[in-house]
Structures are given as C-alpha cells and as structure tokens.
C-alpha cells in the first residue's frame, strides 16, 4: 500500500524509483521499474538529482536539470550558452552544482574531441580535446601541435578545426597567443602602464627576449621599426625595405 500511495504522486517514475530506493535503503531496482512502467508512463529511466531555475538580468531564463549519470559541467554548458551566460557565470553555477555535493568527474564541459591523423605522417595519431575552460580555441589547437612536435602543421590544423569549434565555443581571434608573462617593476610589483618605461629603464628588453625565445623560435634579436613593400613604377612588388632597430637596413 505505501508502494502505491507513493507512485501515485504526480512526479518522474524514475523520481519515484529514486525516492522508494532511499525509504527502503536498497538500489533503484531495475525489477520494479518494469513493473511501474507496465501501468504508468516512464518518461525516463533516471533520477533528477538536481533541479534549479536559472535567473538572468533579474528573469528567470531557464532550468539546471541534472539527470542521474550525467556530467555536470555538460549539462550547464549546454543549457547556458544558448541564453549567452558567459565563461565566468556557467563557472558559478558549477561551483553552486559542486556545493551541492551532485557527483561529477570533470570540471568543464567537453565541446569536441577527435583523433588527429596527419596525411603525411602515417604514424601520427592523438586526440585533440577542447574543453570549456575559458581558452581560446585557437590557442588550444596551437598548444596541441607544440605539445605534439607539429608546429609546422599549425596552420592546417587551425583551418580544418577552427571552423568546427568556433561554432561551438566563443572565438574572439584566429591568431594564437604564444607567449604570455607578467612584467614587474623593481619592486616587483606589476603595472600594465609601467610596463614599457620599465623594459627601457631597466634595460630588460634583452633579458625577456631571453625568456620568450627559450619557449619558442626567434629568428632576430632587434625589432623592426618600419616595413614597407617596394614596387616598380608599374606597381609590380619588387621587394621591401625593413628598418631594425640600431639603424640596421635589410632588402629583399
């Protein structure tokens, strides 16, 4: 009778099962959901474990529902993204998700993973993965192929994949960054409007081109001041003159 008196409540089966499970202190038993669903309709085989109304610029927008087996992270991302919450917004909700004590195995969503194969290299198999960790998918794709040894292969790579991945992330610039440091001045303290007064002041310029160069190529020590592309009186390109810093001269 308490079996019936519960399924009669206008809720999931699945719920239900869920809910007896705990009253009884056993499993959901797969048994007694064929036997609900022979005289009630299942609309599907596992638990909500988490539900939530999702308020944005004051309205509600939306619902979190977290299905039993379901990855957190997955389920924010693809009910938030369409409404534009943003990276940092869908990181709360987790954070809240994660308060909650709802299992999860990963932090971030995951929007893409496929196997790498290189044409010219019939050995070259790994799997490439973008996550919804606040990246840019073009420096994701970049630090694949220097993680891998394949750099000369960047610019294949960014154009067979950015395609597919700006349509399900947000890309802001198909350049990556390849390097990235903080600048501190001599009390070591870090200033954005300092930072070139700094580098000249202190004659650091030599000792960061140092520090970038150790993390990729550098094909000069000098910067170019001034670059432009020399054509004949028939607008042909016949070259170009590059001025370096130092009062070097180049033609090409």
Known sequence: MADEA?????????DGRQTLAVYRNQEPATVM???VCAVAECRRADPVIYSKSVTIDGKS??????LRGQEPADVIFAALKPLGV????RRQVFQDIKAANIPFSREHAL?????????????F????VLLDDGREPVDVIYEFAREHSIVQHF??????LLPQLCAIAVCSREVPLVFLNSINDEDGRHSFKRQAYTLKLFGYSQELLGVVCSSITCTRSVPVVYRKDLNNVNGQHVGG?????RRRQQFG
């Open 6 to 14: 519960l399924f009669s409540q206008p809720i999931s089966t699945a």
């Open 111 to 123: 929007l893409f993973s496929e196997n790498i194969l290189l044409a010219d290299d019939g050995e």
């Open 241 to 245: 003159l590059e001025i370096l810093e």
């Open 125 to 128: 198999s790994e799997r490439f």
């Open 61 to 66: 927008e939306g619902r979190i529902e977290i």
């Open 155 to 160: 610019s294949d790579l960014a154009a067979a």
């Open 33 to 35: 959901m064929e036997r």
């Open 86 to 89: 943003t990276f940092e917004g």
